[in-house]
């Protein structure tokens, strides 16, 4: 038996659970998010920190960009770097000035967080063995345990947002389900670094030796990658390695890469992978949880809320005024977004990384795609505006 009941059961606390949870508040609907992991976990995973201008927009408007506003930095280009040679891909001429902001992805759980819980939503953190059951009907539940009792939420919706490696997904009959997988031979080596950013904007290197990426944090925190092999161990990287490698690679004429105490290092795999469709009976996957990009185009958590807009505004068509329409069509909708950005997201990676076994034609294609984001307007315009992100439909 139920002991618990509400509209929309949210299973996952990452930036789609959340964004969710929030906007259906503004919209009068109730929801209960059950998080695996601690709240403290949850707001110190060190993660995304691109936020597209709808992201952004979207925050804002709705009342939880306070201190984005104030602590976010707003970006009005990134740097693509061949062999040494900066190219600026510059917004305000290529993007009709939209802009990016950078913000920890931690920060926006952070203030989503304390958002729900200041408004009177619920989030359970250190929920074990959450499961959906009878998503095909009209009334499914989330069976879970808390504080070493179990319980039963009864909703009538229920929203996996629970990452890649979540349960959400597999509750989905497998003859229903087609999943469209590439994994990538190389993996990202990143570091969180106390000193001053050595740039104002992004930089995406490529350099022979392999990818190397310069992000943000904060005046005081910069955020480094390089391209490593997926599988290395981060034991094999000692500081002093990493910041040879970054040396190396980021190096321009003129430029000097400040260096500083590494606070955390760890390696992740990259990988592309989407689900159709992306819903079944009255559960709806969202962000990770049906697809995954290579973080090459800082699309992850951005799409995390592209999907979640959609599913918000129907789930109030729903709740409000009884039209399924916009529920029926939610995979659909989400999944031409979720194309358009494995497409940006594989072009910025084949683009940026040393493609290993040294395939020459493949090779000689990559250089002449460099040496054509270097020399035309028009490729440079493609970036900028899948870069800043295209509008929410
Ligand atoms: P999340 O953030 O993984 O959240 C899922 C949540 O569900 C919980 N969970 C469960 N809860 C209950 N029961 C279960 N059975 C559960 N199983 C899992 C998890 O604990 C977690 O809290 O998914 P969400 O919300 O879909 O958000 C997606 C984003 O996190 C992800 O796409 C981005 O971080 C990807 N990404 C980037 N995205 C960007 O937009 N811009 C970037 O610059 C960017 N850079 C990155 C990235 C991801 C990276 N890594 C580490 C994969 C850089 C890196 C290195
Ligand atoms: C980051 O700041 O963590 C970051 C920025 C851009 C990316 C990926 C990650 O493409």
């Not at 209960?32 to 691109?50: D, I, M, N, P, Y």
Request: net charge negative.
């Amino acid at each position: 038996m139920a002991d618990m009941e509400t509209q929309v059961a949210i299973v996952g606390a990452g930036p789609a659970g959340l964004v969710l949870s929030h906007l259906l508040h503004t919209r009068g609907i109730d929801s209960v998010v059950l998080e695996a992991r601690s709240r403290e976990h949850v707001e110190s995973r060190v993660r995304a920190g691109v936020l597209e201008q709808a992201s952004t927009d979207l925050l804002v408007s709705t009342g939880v960009g306070e201190r984005l506003l104030a602590e976010g930095a707003v970006h009005r280009g990134v740097n693509l770097q061949f062999d040494g040679e900066r190219n600026r891909i510059d917004f305000a001429e290529l993007a009709d000035g939209r802009t990016i902001t950078v913000y920890g992805q931690q920060e926006v759980v952070r203030d989503l967080i304390a958002a729900r819980l200041a408004s009177g939503g619920t989030v359970l953190f250190e929920v074990d063995d959450a499961l959906p059951r009878d998503v095909s009907g009209p009334r499914p539940t989330v069976s879970f345990r808390h504080g070493g009792t179990d319980h039963e939420l009864a909703c009538d919706v229920v929203a996996g947002c629970d990452g890649f490696h979540g349960v959400c997904r597999s509750v989905i009959p497998g003859h229903l389900l087609r999943a469209f997988e590439r994994e990538y031979p190389f993996g990202w080596l990143g570091v969180l670094v106390a000193v001053a950013p050595s740039t104002d904007e992004l930089i995406y290197a490529f350099h022979e030796r392999g990818f190397a990426l310069h992000s943000l944090r904060s005046p005081e925190i910069s955020r480094l990658y390089i391209q490593v092999d997926p599988a290395d161990d981060i034991a094999n990287w000692p500081d002093e390695r990493i910041w040879e490698e970054l040396q190396v690679r980021l190096a321009a004429p003129g430029w000097t890469l400040e260096e500083g105490p590494i606070l955390e290092k760890g390696i992740t795999a990259m990988r592309s992978y989407v689900c159709e469709p992306m819903q079944h009976g009255n559960l709806f996957l969202a962000g990770d949880a049906a697809h995954i990009v290579p973080p090459t185009g800082a699309k992850g958590m951005n799409l995390a809320i592209a999907d979640v807009i959609v599913l918000a505004g129907a789930l109030a068509s729903w709740f409000e005024r009884s039209e399924r329409e916009g529920l029926d069509g939610y995979s659909e909708t989400c999944l031409r977004r979720v194309w358009r950005v494995q497409d940006f997201s594989n072009t910025m990676t084949e683009l940026l990384h040393v493609l290993p076994g040294g395939d020459p034609f493949a090779q000689r294609v990559q250089r002449a795609r460099q040496r054509y984001v270097a020399s035309s307007v028009a490729m440079r315009r493609t970036i900028a505006e899948n870069y800043v992100g295209l509008p929410i439909s």
